[in-house]
Each structure stands twice: as C-alpha cells, then as structure tokens.
C-alpha cells in the first residue's frame, strides 16, 4: 500500500519518478534520477546520486560529496541551521547524525513546515554531530530497523568487544577481519577504537579513501594504513583489518592467512542473519536508528503526519498510526539503508 | 548455567570445526559431570517433552513488552526462532549481567521439570519472574530449553569426537553409549567416560553403518564378485535387539518403535538370546513388500487398530548380523555374517532375508534395475563382501544405488520464510500444477536451491507478491521449477488428492513459461500406472 500525502493544500514533498519533490522550491531531495536541483542528505550511494545539474549538501559533507560525484560536480553547501531561499519554499540542513555531515532537510512553506529525515540515529557518535528534533508539521522518517527487536546496545561496549575479539586473535597469531561500510561504519568504529588503544589498523583501498576525507575533516581516529601498501609475503596475525563487505571471500582475502571474520552491522542483531553469511562474529553496530530511537523521534518532532520510507516502512506507519495514534502512511522509494550484504 | 552459556558462545563465535571441538572438550573437562549431562542432551538435540504451549510463551512475552499480535508475528517471520525472538523482545531494559550462578542440572531439576506439574497461571508466574533476572545470553539459552531445540551448530559427531578425546576413548566406543535413550544424570555422564568398555544397557543399539550415493558407474567399484548387491527397501532403517529377554526396535532415528510393530516384536521373542539384526521394517504381505505409503499409516496412527495392523501389515527384512549369543560381530567380515544370518533366520518368515541379486556382470545388473519401481524398491544397495560393519557415513564399502527420481514442472504459488540460518529469507515453497484453468497445490518444498538462488529468488518474490498472510506470501505464478520426488500416493486430506514423497527442488526452469508447467492429470496417470 503506497499513499501519496493527500492534504487540503498542495503538499511539499511527493514521490516523482525521479526522486522525493518540492514543488514550491522546485528542488529533488536525493533523487535517484539526474535532475535539475539536488538537496543531498548525505553522501551514501543510495542517496548521493551522480549525472544532477546542481548539488546542495552541508559544508561537513563536501569532500565526501565529491568524492562520490566527481570532481566536475556543481556542489554548493550550507552550514547546519542557515537558512536559504528556493523558490517560493525556506530550507535548511539540521544534524541527522547519520554520518559525517549527514542532514535532516527542513523545508518551510508559509507556516507549514515538512522535515525529511534522510537517515538517522539517535545515539552518540564521535565522528558526526548528534540528531537535533526539529519540531514540524510532517515528518518523513525511514525505517531500516523498525521492529522491535532492533535495539543497539552503547556503542562503547560494542567497541570494547570488538577490541577483545582483536586481542583474542592476537594471542592466537591470528588476523581479525571486520567488514563494515567503508562510510560511516569504519570511521566510526576507528574513533571509537581509539579511545581504548593507539593501535594502528589496516584498511581495505576503498575504506582508506573515505578515512582520509574524516581526517581532513578533524575527526580523531586510530592510525590507518592501508592494505595495499604492505609488502608481499607480509604476515598479517594480530593485524585487524577493516574493510567493505563486498570484500568478503574475494580473492582479496587470501593474503591474510589464518584469520576470524567479524561483521558491524544492526542486521547482527539477529543470529540466523551472521549465520547464513557464515562470519564468524557479529558486532551489532548501526547508524540508523533502532526501534526505540524510531518511536521516539516521531514523537519529539511534533509532527502530526508522519510518512515512512525504506525498511519496514508499513509496519512502523501501522504502528503509529494504531498505538500511538499518530497520522502516519508509508511512502514508497528505492532507499537501500543499511542492505544486508 | 554460565558454563553453557559460556560454551554456547564459543561455539557460536566460530565457524572452525576444529575451535568447536577444543570448546566442547574444555567444557565437558571443566564442568561437573551432572551438568555436563544436560549439557550433553542439548548438544546433542534430545529436548524435553514440550513444558509450556508456545503460545502461552507467545501471549507472555507479548503482554509484558506490549507488543501488538500483528508486530509480534511480523518479527517472528524474520528471526525464525521464538526463543531468540522472545530473548530480543525482552532485551529493553538494562539487564542484570549476571545473576547466582545455579548449575545447569539444578536449573533443570529444580525448576525447569517441575514446570511440568503447574497450572498456567503458576508457570507464567515462575517464568516471567526468571525472564527479569535472567542476563541476555542465558534468558536465550533458558527459553530455547523451554521451546524443546538448542542447536547449537555442532553436529552429533563434533560432539562424540569432543567426548572421546576426553575421555580417552575411541568415538565409536562414545557414540554406542550414546545411543538409545538415557536420562541425563551424574551416573549416566561418569559410565559414559568410563574406560571400561563392557557395556551392561540391554537395549542399546549400535550406530547404524549409511550408504553412500553412487554416483560414479558400478563398473568402477571393480570386480562384480567383491560385492553383493541386494535390492535397497523403501521401508524404515531398523535395527531389532533381542537381549535378555527383552525386544526393541530401534529406528536409525534413534527412536524406540517397538510398539508400533507389534508383529515385529512378538516374533522376535523367539529369536535366541543375545541376537542383534539391522534390517528394514516393510510393510509386507505374502512375501512381497507393499508401497511405503501403507507403512506410513502405521507410523501416523496414534493408535494402532486392528483394521490398521490388517490394512498394513509389518515385517522386518533383515539385512545384517550385528550380534550372535551376545558376541559382538561387526568385526567380521560381511561375508560371513551373512552366512550367519541366513543360518540364523531360516524358516522363519516374520524374518526374510534380504534376498541376494545374482545377476553376474554390472551390465546385467543395470538391466535388472529396471524392476525396481515395479518391485517397490528404490534401487539397489551395493556391499563389499569382505567388510566389516562401520558406523556413521563412511564412504568406500556401502553404496545405493537409487533410480531416477520422478520429475514434474510446477509453478510457484507461495513463499514462506525460513527458520534459523535462513530466517529472514523466503525458503520454503508451495508449488501447483494446472487442472484446467486451476492452479492446484501439490507439493512443498524447500530444499535443492544454492544460495544464489535462493537469494534471487528472495528477492523475486518479494517484487511479486501478490497478497499477504501473515508471514506467507502469494506471488504471481510465473517462475516454473522442476521437482524430483520419489513417489505418489493418492490423498483425500489434499485438495489436488494427491501426495508426493520426498520432494525436492531440481532445477529452476528460467526456460519454461508457466503453460509449460505439467497437469494434475499426467500425475494421476502415474498414480495409476500398474505398480
């Protein structure tokens, strides 16, 4: 069941072939189509789309914006809470604490006011500025992990686990190799890390990339080098190694020799998903918002309409709507979240 | 329950056989022997007779995490597992992170079993209260003994191996002592890890020796005359004790069926003392075996009528020897237990002997396999004659060699999530053939994809469902797939009024349109082709 926002005025937002509109301010907001104007949120690939004419991101976000869309991009940035006029609409970034520069868009038509979330979470995070409410009229949340088994433990005890599986692999000679999202993910768990050791980390080439643009950025990591400058033949035991998921059982990991597999994901949550995929450990580590955090944003931001993309958008839209009696609806887009390979 | 709680997690944090082993060998050394018994039950996937309805479990966990019918099921569909799903559900709160350590067999003895003897009310009040103490990982492990399975990711041979190795004994020694049924206890543990090996349980039966498929051509297991060749029984795996006194029929799922073959037990009585015979029980009736659907009435039935022993009557087809006055003779070769056997059961027609096939060359042999489905058999066994009886899947000197499978096309028609390691994946299949303009269903099935498929196919059927009940799904029939099974029955119970044995997925046929998919009519044909 898909339905489109259908209110007494026009609304603000609507699903278009190409991407999340505004009519009024006639701008796409992480469109998955080239278009003419395109408020990114953040700077994942499923939302951070290549082939637009002009791009507006948030300032901490512009070097991993063009990395992501290229040098000849026409990306130009906003600080979080400036203001800026499209069209007939006022807009603004507000900290989505997602990732480095991650943004909730704000738009403001004559007194009414919609806030599309792009994705969040609520917890701390040292590499990104933490989630602000941003009080609205409707709310376009997603909802990766909306069920209610999904709830993160600190994140500071995540790390110390994580941490203790390396040392455990070290004292058997052995590599740990722990895949996570080269954006976000890895920066995340190198700055956290970093609070319990000053060890160096090796990183896959496409992690290294995005660490480089968090270092640029000021945000304070465990040293890193990557893979490919080691010599061959290196012995890599008690090395841990980050490095994107999509490496998993590549020819790319033959170098490593005797070693565990570790996976940061929310999907670690559930043990049937570790097992299926055959790694040897989960750590459950997500930058989207677990079921509590969900629940408790759409309540915080006033809204009373929420609408609800990618993930279990229809189970969080009927729980609102029959338990906490809320105006919600789902709202169909081809957002990934956190995909579960 | 720390040490198993301990042991569980090592064993899941590691996909190394070799890791699993070192674990359980570490666990069974440094746990009392009273716990490792239970322990060793749950490893081994023995469960308790179910304690509490999973639906009581069910209402509980949803009243005290107020967690709506729909919401609940939705969850469910995707972890697969209630025990984890309610240990999920009741993770909210910060919980304790570790409580009074109770050893295992007192948590069992003293508060698990005696669950058993309360009203609901009592239950829901002892189990809840034992929810809010409980840390996250044993909370997990107490409600998977509670839902009856805790597998754990280790086969029975991991653990035998494990069991061995500390006790300094051989496997097979571990894994006969392991067969049967035993209650976990001190005693029980300690005897198993004894190193006297003179065995005193009376109806223990010995690990049952497995076939292996053959897959290359016979002519390349060698000289024809190594090997004796019987036809392979479409019936149940059994194996008959007659010890002091006593008769048990086991079935090679370790499940005591004495007394559903009543026939069976009562001839048995006149064997001599001491008298061991692996066989297969056949429903059989004027020295033929008769399709396998009538033994399944036997095994279905709760109870056992007259009409019912007369419908389907019961023999057991002997095929080995395994002990004579008590002596142990799986070290012999089978030649001569055979010679033993025939000796042992002549004249005695509750107990026919697998009869030899004499066909002298593998051509002619392949020949005579054509009669297999008119003989209501599934192909030939294939045995050196020079071998002992083993245990376990040990390959080399036991071969079936199965005809060919039956063959239909069918369309998809429901999807249903998986369990466990394919939780939230749609694995388990309904497949129809066409009666006229009718899609009917005939068969389930879940088994025969490769991951990649199964994957591909996951995500087809989520882009084309069509409507949604609960956690199953019906998509739009358009993916057409080749099934083998192994048999037909007819079946009032079906709406299509049939039922295939042993189905399996063969091939997804991309190639095929879902016009192409086969009729409900050509099946019939099959189930009234002359047997």
């Not at chain 1, 939302?47 to 901490?60: F, I, K, N, V």
């Not at chain 1, 994140?155 to 000679?173: F, I, K, P, S």
């Amino acid at each position: 069941m898909n339905v489109s926002p259908v209110l007494d005025r026009q609304p603000l937002v609507t699903v278009t072939s190409d991407g999340l509109y505004c009519p009024p301010g006639d701008f796409h907001i992480d469109p998955w189509r080239p278009v003419a104007r395109a408020l990114i949120t953040h700077a994942h690939g499923d939302h951070a789309r290549w082939g637009s004419q002009r791009y507006l991101g948030t300032s901490p976000s512009v070097g991993l914006l063009r990395k992501r869309l290229g040098a000849e991009a026409n990306i130009s940035t906003l600080g979080y809470g400036e203001r800026l006029k499209l069209g007939d609409v006022t807009v603004s970034f507000h900290p989505a604490g997602h990732v480095l520069g991650s943004a909730q868009i704000r738009i403001e038509h004559r007194g009414e006011v919609w806030v599309v979330s792009g994705d969040y979470k609520r917890d701390p995070d040292p590499t990104c500025l933490p989630f602000e409410p941003v009080r609205c009229d409707t709310f376009i949340t997603e909802a990766t992990f909306a069920l209610p088994i999904y709830r993160w433990d600190d994140t500071r005890l995540v790390a110390q686990e994580v941490l203790r599986w390396w040392d455990g692999n070290r004292e058997a000679g052995r590599a740990s190799v722990l895949f996570c999202y080269a954006l976000g993910k890895a920066q995340r768990l190198l700055a956290e890390l970093a609070r319990l050791t000053d060890r160096e980390v090796l990183v896959h080439g496409a992690t290294h990339a995005l660490v480089e643009c968090y270092r640029e950025a000021g945000v304070r990591m465990l040293p890193t080098r990557p893979v490919s400058e080691m010599e061959k033949g290196t012995s890599y035991a008690g090395a841990l190694v980050l490095a994107p998921p999509s490496a998993a059982g590549s020819t790319w990991m033959r170098r490593f020799g005797e070693h565990e597999t570790g996976f940061a994901s929310g999907w670690m949550r559930v043990r049937g998903n570790r097992r299926r995929r055959g790694y040897d450990r989960g750590f459950v580590l997500s930058d989207h918002a677990d079921w509590p955090g969900l629940l408790r944003t759409a309540k915080e931001t006033g809204a009373s309409r929420i609408l609800v993309t990618h993930g279990s958008s229809d189970t969080l839209a009927r729980y609102l709507r029959e338990n906490l009696g809320l105006d919600a609806a789902p709202l169909s887009t081809p957002f990934e979240g956190e995909t579960e390979d | 329950m720390h040490r198993l709680a301990d042991l569980y997690e090592a064993l899941d944090a590691t996909t190394s056989t070799n890791a699993k082993v070192e674990a359980l060998v570490g666990y069974f050394r440094d746990t009392p022997p009273e716990d490792a018994a239970w322990g060793l039950f749950f490893l081994t996937g023995r469960r308790l007779k179910r304690l509490i309805p999973s639906k009581a479990l069910r209402q509980w966990v949803r009243e005290l995490t107020d967690t709506p019918e729909w919401l609940f099921d939705e969850t469910y569909a995707v972890v697969g597992d209630l025990a984890e799903v309610i240990a999920l559900l009741l993770d909210q709160t910060e919980r304790p992170a570790a409580t009074e350590e109770l050893p295992l067999s007192r948590w069992m003895e003293e508060r698990v079993l005696p669950l058993a003897g309360l009203s609901l009310p009592e239950q829901r009040e002892r189990v809840t209260g034992w929810w809010h103490v409980l840390p996250r990982r044993e909370l997990f492990l107490f409600n998977k003994m509670l839902t009856g399975e805790l597998r754990v990711g280790v086969s029975d041979t991991l653990v035998v191996r494990a069991l061995a190795q500390h006790a300094g004994l051989p496997p097979a020694a571990v894994s006969h002592r392991l067969m049967g049924t035993w209650a976990p206890s001190r005693a029980f543990f300690e005897q198993l890890i004894a190193p006297d090996v003179s065995d005193g349980d009376r109806s223990r039966p010995y690990p049952f020796y497995l076939a292996s498929p053959l897959e290359q051509p016979p002519a390349q297991l060698g000289e024809r005359d190594a090997w004796l060749v019987e036809w392979k029984w479409d019936g149940i795996r059994g194996q008959l004790i007659r010890r002091q006194g006593g008769v048990y029929l086991w079935s090679r799922g370790e499940e005591l069926i004495t007394e559903r073959f009543p026939e069976i037990a009562e001839a048995a009585a006149s064997l001599p003392d001491g008298t061991v015979l692996d066989g297969e029980v056949l429903a059989y009736a004027g020295g033929q075996p008769l399709p396998f659907s009538l033994l399944q009435r036997r095994i279905g039935r709760q109870k056992l009528t007259a009409r019912v022993l007369a419908e389907a009557p019961a023999a057991f087809m002997a095929y080995d020897l395994l002990e004579q006055e008590g002596q142990d003779l799986r070290g012999l070769p089978l030649r001569e237990r055979r010679a033993r056997l025939e000796a042992l059961l002549r004249d005695r027609p509750m107990f026919p002997v697998s009869p030899v096939i004499t066909a002298p060359t593998w051509e002619s042999l392949a020949e005579a396999r054509h009669e297999s489905r008119s003989r209501n058999v599934e192909g030939f066994m294939i045995k050196r004659l020079e071998s002992p009886y083993q245990h376990g899947r040990k390959r080399g000197d036991w071969w079936k060699w199965k005809i060919d499978p039956f063959t239909v096309d069918a369309i998809l028609l429901y999807a249903h999530p998986g369990h466990g390691r394919r939780a939230s994946l749609y694995t388990d299949y309904t497949f129809a053939v066409w009666k006229g303009e009718e899609l009917l269903p005939i068969a389930k099935a879940y088994s025969g994809l490769t991951d990649e498929e199964i994957a591909r196919l996951d995500r087809w059927i989520r882009a084309h469902t069509r409507e949604k009940f609960g956690p199953v799904r019906s998509v739009e029939p358009l993916q057409v797939f080749e099934l083998h099974f192994e048999g037909i029955a007819a079946s009032p119970r079906h709406k299509s009024g049939i039922a295939l044995r042993f189905p399996r997925i063969a091939r997804w046929r991309s190639d095929k349109t879902p016009r192409d998919a086969d009729s409900l009519e050509r099946l019939e044909e099959l189930l009234h082709a002359p047997a």
